[in-house]
C-alpha cells in the first residue's frame, strides 16, 4: 500500500473542495510542505527569502505547490499555532504573538491495528465530555494514526488573555492523558503499535484536513465523535473519500472550565524557557525492553525530555535558600523567585548583579523596609519580601504553592521530585558557604556547569562525587 510520490498528488490537489478545505484549516497557521525526489525525503517550512510558508486561499495552495514542483512536494501540515501575523521568523516564537493553539492528541499504530487507535481515541473522547467538551471535538484519520482535536476557539477572550493558548493547549492535552492512562494501557495491551502522546509545542505542526498521507494512498479525513463507531479505512481513500466538513464546528466558551482545571494541575506549556519543544513529553506506549538491573525502574507511562533550566534554576535557588537558612517553605518561595527573576533577566539581555542596597555580605540574612514589602538579602543577592513572608516580583507573589506547580510538578513528571530535591542538597553541600552567599560566584560555579546536566546527577547517584570532581 506504499505510494511513492508522483503526478497523482499534484492531479489531487487540482481538486477545489481538497484546497477549499485545507486552505479554510491552515488560514492564520504557519504551514509546511513535505515530499521529496529521488528517494529523499524534504521538509519546507520556509521560502527562499526567510519567510514563513502561508496560506490565505485555495489558489495559494496551488502556487505553492508548483513554486516547489521540483521537490514534488506531497503533504500538507499547519501548525498548532494560529498566529496574529507570520511577518517573519520572530514573529513565530513571539508568545504574544499567538493567537490560537489547538489542543491535539497524537495517536499512531501500525495500519492493521487501526481499531486499536480508534479505540484508543474513544477513550479521550470521553473523558473530554467528562470535562464538558462536546461540540468542539474532532477527529482527524492522519493516515497511519488519528489526532483528536479540540476546536482552539473554544476558548473564551476572558481565558485566553488570562492565559497563553500554548498553555492551554498543553495542559489540556496532558491532564487528559493522565486521567485516561490506564484505560490506554488496557488497550496498548491488546494493540501494542499503539502510542499516545503529548507532542505540543512552540513550533509543532500536523496534517492539514485532506493533505494525502506522506508516502501511504490515504489522505487525511475529519469526522465527528458520533461517526467513530462506524469509522472504516475506506474512509481516507483519496479517490473516494468520506469527510466531514464540521470540523469548523464549536461553542465558545466549552473548554474554558477543562481549560482552568489543566492549568491548575499541569500549570502550563513547559518550552517556555527553551522557546522551542516542550521539555518534557508524555508518551504512553508499551514498555521498552530495559536491561536486567532496570527493571525496577521500568515505566508504562513516559515522560520523554529533560528538565529545563527554568525547573534547575528554581531547585538550586530552594535548595541554597534552605542550606543558608534552614526555612523549606521560604526556600521554595524564594527559588521559584529567582527563577522568574532569572529567566526575566535573560529574556531582555540584562547583566544580573548583586544589589547595592545593602552593603557586605557577612550576614547570610538582613533585611530593608520599603513601604509595603521589604528587601531581603541572602548574602549579596537581594529580593523583596511581602509583610507575610514570601518573595515577590512586582505585584506577583510566589508562595510554595507556586513553586509546586511551576517547578516541582515539571520536575517530578521526568524524575522523583524528592530525589532531585536531595541530588540538589548533596550537590551544593560540595560548595563553601561563601559561594552560596555570592550571587554572581553561585550563578557560574554552581548553577551554569549543570544547568543541562543535572538530571544526569539525579540519574546517576552513584556518579555524583567523580562527576562533580570533574565539573568542579
Not at 83 to 107: F, H, Q, R, V
Not at 110 to 138: C, H, P, T, Y
Not at 447 to 465: A, G, S, T
Request: hydrophobic share 40%; aromatic share 10%.
Amino acid at each position: 500500500m506504499v505510494f511513492m510520490p508522483g503526478d497523482f498528488a499534484a492531479a489531487y490537489y487540482l481538486d477545489e473542495f481538497v484546497r477549499n478545505e485545507i486552505a479554510d484549516y491552515c488560514r492564520g497557521r504557519w504551514i509546511a510542505l513535505e515530499g521529496g525526489a529521488m528517494g529523499s525525503r524534504v521538509f519546507l517550512r520556509y521560502r527562499r527569502d526567510g519567510s514563513p510558508l502561508s496560506v490565505n486561499s485555495p489558489q495559494d495552495i496551488l502556487d505553492l505547490l508548483k513554486h516547489f514542483g521540483g521537490l514534488h512536494p506531497r503533504s500538507i501540515y499547519g501548525s498548532i499555532n494560529i498566529y496574529k501575523n507570520l511577518l517573519g521568523k520572530s514573529s513565530l516564537e513571539d508568545p504574544s504573538n499567538i493567537a490560537y493553539t489547538s489542543p491535539i492528541w497524537d495517536i499512531d499504530g501500525e495500519l492493521n491495528e487501526w481499531k486499536g487507535v480508534i479505540e484508543a481515541a474513544r477513550i479521550i473522547i470521553d473523558d473530554l465530555e467528562r470535562l464538558g467538551i462536546v461540540k468542539s471535538v474532532f477527529i482527524k484519520w492522519s493516515g497511519e494514526g488519528a489526532h483528536i482535536h479540540v476546536h482552539e476557539k473554544c476558548f473564551s477572550n476572558e481565558a485566553l488573555q488570562k492565559y497563553n493558548p500554548l498553555d492551554i493547549a498543553y495542559s489540556l492535552v496532558d491532564l487528559v492523558l493522565d486521567r485516561c492512562r490506564e484505560k490506554i494501557l488496557d488497550v496498548i495491551s491488546r494493540f501494542k503499535s499503539v502510542k499516545v502522546e503529548n507532542t505540543i509545542d512552540l513550533k509543532r505542526v500536523f496534517t492539514a484536513p485532506l493533505s494525502l498521507h506522506r508516502r501511504r494512498k490515504l489522505c487525511c479525513v475529519c469526522f465527528k465523535p458520533d461517526e467513530i463507531d462506524s469509522f472504516e479505512l475506506e474512509w481516507a481513500n483519496p479517490e473516494s473519500f468520506k469527510h466531514n466538513r464540521d470540523w469548523r464546528i464549536y461553542e465558545e466558551a466549552e473548554g474554558d472550565s477543562a481549560a482552568l482545571e489543566a492549568i491548575r494541575v499541569i500549570g502550563g506549556y513547559r518550552g517556555w524557557s527553551g522557546m522551542g519543544e516542550a521539555t518534557v513529553k508524555t508518551v504512553i506506549s508499551a514498555p521498552t525492553a530495559q536491561k536486567p538491573e532496570e527493571k525496577e525502574t521500568e515505566m508504562e507511562v513516559v515522560r520523554e525530555g529533560k528538565i529545563g533550566r527554568f525547573q534547575v534554576m528554581g531547585l538550586l535557588q530552594a535548595a541554597r535558600y534552605y542550606l543558608l537558612t534552614g526555612d523549606l517553605e521560604r526556600a521554595k518561595s524564594f527559588g521559584l523567585n529567582r527563577a522568574i527573576f532569572y529567566a526575566w533577566a535573560k529574556k531582555r539581555g540584562k547583566e544580573v548583579a548583586p544589589k547595592k542596597l545593602v552593603k557586605g555580605r557577612d550576614n547570610v540574612y538582613a533585611k530593608v523596609s520599603l513601604g509595603r514589602a521589604e528587601l531581603i538579602r541572602i548574602g549579596d543577592e537581594a529580593a523583596f519580601m511581602t509583610k507575610d513572608g514570601w518573595f515577590t516580583i512586582g505585584d506577583e507573589v510566589q508562595r510554595p504553592e507556586d513553586y509546586d506547580r511551576q517547578i516541582a510538578r515539571p520536575i517530578e513528571s521526568v524524575v522523583r521530585y524528592e530525589k532531585a530535591w536531595q541530588t540538589a542538597i548533596e550537590y551544593l553541600k560540595c560548595f563553601s558557604k561563601e559561594t552560596l552567599l555570592d550571587q554572581q560566584r553561585f550563578f557560574k560555579e554552581a548553577y551554569e556547569p549543570i544547568r543541562d546536566k543535572f538530571l544526569e546527577l539525579v540519574l546517576n547517584p552513584k556518579k555524583l562525587k567523580r562527576d562533580l570532581t570533574g565539573w568542579l
